[in-house]
């Protein structure tokens, strides 16, 4: 069994919490240490009980709270060598430092955490999926473009956190700069609802049931229209098996899944 639980989700910061039998994970910290702490304490959980956070890159959305967990909470903290080479404003004692390469498998007490790269624009960005109890959870955001290599990576999860950052349309007419425009839009910018709902299908298609659709834009999506286009996308395949799709909450704290 697998107790997964999205803690924050979006622009303004990312955090999952993930437990196993024996292993309690976070998936990123890009809030505040004191957020983190409320969020894990409405689910039972203290900060205390982590063993470790896996981070995904360097972007602040997902580092943000780092500095003060590690000093307060001496908690283990595993990033590749370019991503901590790009961490190093955080000022990160070097006892909580873990290392491992993109691509890499590597362990937490009973959980298997299996790292694969993806395409953004940060310095050594992963996905991760994270196996325990003869189940498997993929955690992938800040996906600038889908490869099939992505597609081989996830399927076969008992579920799957992608991002839908935004619409076409209400970014294109947001008031975003356009250089932001264009970097958001690029092969390692992030994934438009229509592009997920693509990736989706696929994963579906493979076998997969469950899907959280998370890191919408808070400028340029809406939850509404991010699950209808993607539900719209899985409703138009010959596949008829259930399935179960949902939003990641931005700032309150989703209900636990428990995947057995």
Same mark, same amino acid.
């Given at each position: 069994?697998?107790?997964?639980?999205?803690?924050?989700?979006?622009? =303004?910061?990312?955090?999952?919490?993930?437990?196993?039998?024996?292993?309690?994970?976070?998936?990123?910290?890009?809030?505040?240490?004191?957020?983190?702490?409320?969020?894990?304490? =409405?689910?039972?959980?203290?900060?205390?009980?982590?063993?470790?956070?896996?981070?995904?890159?360097?972007?602040?959305?997902?580092?943000?709270?780092?500095?003060?967990?590690?000093?307060?909470?001496?908690?283990?903290?595993?990033?590749?060598?370019?991503?901590?080479?790009?961490?190093?404003?955080?000022?990160?004692?070097?006892?909580?430092?873990?290392?491992?390469?993109?691509?890499?498998?590597?362990?937490?007490?009973?959980?298997?955490?299996?790292?694969?790269?993806?395409?953004?624009?940060?310095?050594?960005?992963?996905?991760? =999926?994270?196996?325990?109890?003869?189940?498997?959870?993929?955690?992938?955001?800040?996906?600038?473009?889908?490869?099939?290599?992505?597609?081989?990576?996830?399927?076969?999860?008992?579920?799957?956190?992608?991002?839908?950052?935004?619409?076409?349309?209400?970014?294109?007419?947001?008031?975003?700069?356009?250089?932001?425009?264009?970097?958001?839009?690029?092969?390692?910018?992030?994934?438009?609802?229509?592009?997920?709902?693509?990736?989706?299908?696929?994963?579906?298609?493979?076998?997969?049931?469950?899907?959280?659709?998370?890191?919408?834009?808070?400028?340029?999506?809406?939850?509404?229209?991010?699950?209808?286009?993607?539900?719209?996308?899985?409703?138009?395949?010959?596949?008829?098996?259930?399935?179960?799709? =949902?939003?990641?909450?931005?700032?309150?704290?989703?209900?636990?899944?428990?995947?057995?």
């Amino acid at each position: 069994m697998i107790k997964f639980c999205n803690l924050f989700s979006g622009s =303004s910061g990312n955090s999952t919490y993930i437990e196993s039998e024996n292993a309690k994970i976070l998936v990123d910290a890009g809030v505040s240490c004191l957020k983190i702490t409320k969020a894990l304490a =409405s689910i039972g959980v203290e900060l205390d009980e982590i063993n470790a956070i896996i981070i995904s890159h360097e972007h602040i959305d997902h580092t943000k709270g780092l500095t003060t967990i590690a000093k307060k909470h001496n908690t283990p903290i595993y990033a590749t060598p370019k991503t901590w080479s790009n961490m190093e404003s955080l000022k990160i004692d070097e006892n909580c430092r873990r290392t491992f390469e993109a691509g890499e498998t590597f362990e937490i007490a009973d959980i298997k955490v299996e790292s694969f790269s993806i395409p953004h624009d940060a310095a050594d960005p992963c996905g991760f =999926s994270i196996y325990a109890g003869g189940k498997k959870v993929t955690v992938a955001t800040d996906i600038g473009h889908v490869e099939d290599s992505l597609i081989d990576q996830m399927s076969g999860s008992d579920m799957v956190l992608v991002e839908s950052n935004y619409d076409c349309d209400t970014l294109l007419c947001g008031p975003y700069p356009y250089c932001l425009k264009k970097r958001i839009l690029s092969d390692v910018g992030h994934l438009s609802n229509e592009a997920t709902s693509k990736l989706v299908r696929r994963l579906y298609e493979a076998g997969v049931s469950n899907f959280v659709l998370g890191h919408l834009s808070k400028e340029n999506n809406f939850p509404e229209l991010a699950y209808q286009t993607v539900l719209n996308e899985i409703n138009s395949s010959k596949q008829k098996t259930p399935f179960n799709l =949902s939003i990641a909450k931005r700032d309150t704290i989703d209900d636990v899944m428990e995947i057995v």
